[in-house]
């Protein structure tokens, strides 16, 4: 932990350089002690807003002086406590580096500073007809979901932060700026140091910009809904759509549990029945012929009340349901926030992991809805518990860690999208095996004193 001594001589030189940019008061770090997760809230010693990446270096050389831990701040809407502060320390709020620095049309691509958010760039951009695909969900910050290599719904049809992250800047943990990729398409020159900041989550540096690639609007997109009498049929209709190359950018899937939270939520009308919810974008022609083959696939494994719509108020209603997910979830017992978990595997193995995450999931003692991504066999479970109720959270993580064990039976990984944070160390250790040791050996490398987003991803001496 922290050394109150180090912190106050911190605070000392960053005031000197940052002035009112430096808090300590308890309601500026208890904003900064949690994401929406269940962890258990911890605050950072300090606070402070940085808006140049000469302020970040300057931050960053400071607390490796005092040896004062740092824990780079997006919008706090992660899900596995990566930006909880363990070990105390400093925390960089980047909100205030919200620039967006350079749009290109023609090569389609964009560089941001790392605060601004995704709703942001898509308003700044599309007067030139383009967009940034990647979907969280949350309106998170660039910077955040290039940390915690985020993706969501849309990622069957146009990638993760992994394959739209071009290049970033960086702050290192000894405070250099470091420029990393290109805005060519490809390139063989040297390690791929994106990559490996991408996802690194906080722990090898701080990202401060980050080069993304866009995309052209869609002439036409149409959203459907289509109800199933079990989730094996849901399953196997999505693994048809897929199998038979139709061009779906977005394929989820609801249980009936999430089904009916939502309509209880967002007052809507859905049959509470397994869902699926597509969407397709592209030519009016192509988009047709998508939404009648779709249409086809899922009546041969009973689907029903297939609806599909076009117009962007239209889209929004259909979508509803899934768009509210995880705050239907919330609502189900009124809980402040809830056991989420999520795990990924091949396509071909998506219906024994669902159906078998579908059956423990109605075992539990309590509401446990099962939704996600099945365009790239990404899934969620919300185990709706008491946070402090300690027999309930004992049995959502024993569900979590028997979720994960058959996603690694299944040539699966821990975690899709969420990241490791707090939440998945131990997840981590049982995927990685030996490789963990050369992930930290990087870690040890770039980061000897362990100061970097300490007690994330990696367990650390202390944990």
């Known amino acids: 932990m922290s050394n109150q001594t180090d912190v106050d001589s911190v605070a000392v030189r960053l005031r000197e350089q940052l002035g009112e940019r430096v808090s300590a008061s308890p309601e500026d770090r208890g904003e900064h002690a949690h994401d929406v997760s269940y962890h258990t809230h911890q605050p950072p010693d300090l606070v402070v807003w940085p808006e140049t990446d000469e302020e970040v270096s300057f931050v960053v050389r400071t ?22 502060a363990t070990h105390g320390g400093v925390t960089l709020d980047l909100r205030r580096m919200n620039d967006v620095l350079r749009v290109d049309p023609l090569n389609r ?7 601004v958010t995704r709703f942001q760039l898509n308003d700044h951009v599309a ?8 979907d969280p969900g949350a309106d998170a910050s660039l910077g955040g979901m290039a940390a915690t290599r985020a993706s969501g719904a849309s990622a069957v ?3 993760t932060m992994r394959e739209n992250v071009l290049g970033l800047k960086a ?32 722990t090898l540096g701080v990202i401060t910009e980050v080069t ?15 109800a199933f009498d079990s989730i094996d049929a849901t399953v196997a209709a999505a693994f048809d759509v897929l199998d038979t190359g139709v061009r779906v950018t977005r394929l989820e899937l609801l249980d009936e549990v999430m089904i009916e939270a939502a309509n209880q939520y967002s007052r809507l009308e859905n049959d509470v029945t397994p869902t699926l919810f597509l969407e397709f974008h592209g030519s009016e022609t192509a988009v047709a012929e998508s939404s009648r083959l779709a249409e086809e696939l899922a009546g041969r494994h009973g689907g029903r009340g297939f609806r599909w719509a076009t117009e962007q108020a239209d889209r929004d209603r259909l979508w509803r349901a899934r768009y509210d997910c995880y705050f239907a979830c919330l609502a189900i017992r009124d809980v402040p926030a809830a056991y989420g978990t999520d795990v990924c595997v091949p396509i071909s193995n998506l219906a024994e992991a669902v159906v078998t995450a579908k059956r423990w999931a109605d075992e539990l ?30 049995a959502a993580r024993a569900f979590g860690d028997r979720l994960v064990d058959l996603a690694l039976r299944l040539d699966g990984t821990c975690t899709g999208e969420h990241g490791i944070g707090l939440g998945k160390r131990d ?10 040791d050369v992930m930290r050996t990087i870690k040890r490398a770039l980061d000897p004193y362990g100061l970097m987003n300490p007690g994330k991803v990696l367990r650390g001496g202390d944990d």
């Open 63 to 84: 607390c490796v002086d005092a040896r004062v831990p740092m824990i780079p701040f997006g919008t706090g809407t992660a899900v596995e406590g990566g930006v909880i």
């Open 109 to 115: 691509d964009a560089t941001v500073q790392a605060g």
């Open 127 to 134: 007067e030139h007809g383009l967009y940034f695909p990647v």
């Open 157 to 159: 049809g146009y990638g």
């Open 171 to 202: 702050v290192m943990p000894d405070g250099s700026v470091v420029e990393t990729g290109t805005r060519a398409r490809k390139s063989s020159a040297g390690y791929d140091l994106t990559r490996l900041l991408v996802g690194s989550e906080g």
């Open 212 to 226: 993304l690639r866009l995309t052209r609007k869609p002439r036409c997109t149409s959203a459907a809904v289509c």
């Open 365 to 394: 003692p309590f509401p446990a809805p099962v939704f996600g991504h099945v365009g790239d066999g990404n899934f969620h479970v919300i185990c709706v518990v008491d946070p402090n109720a300690p027999v309930e959270l004992a």
């Open 427 to 436: 997840a981590l250790a049982r995927e990685a095996g030996p490789a963990l």
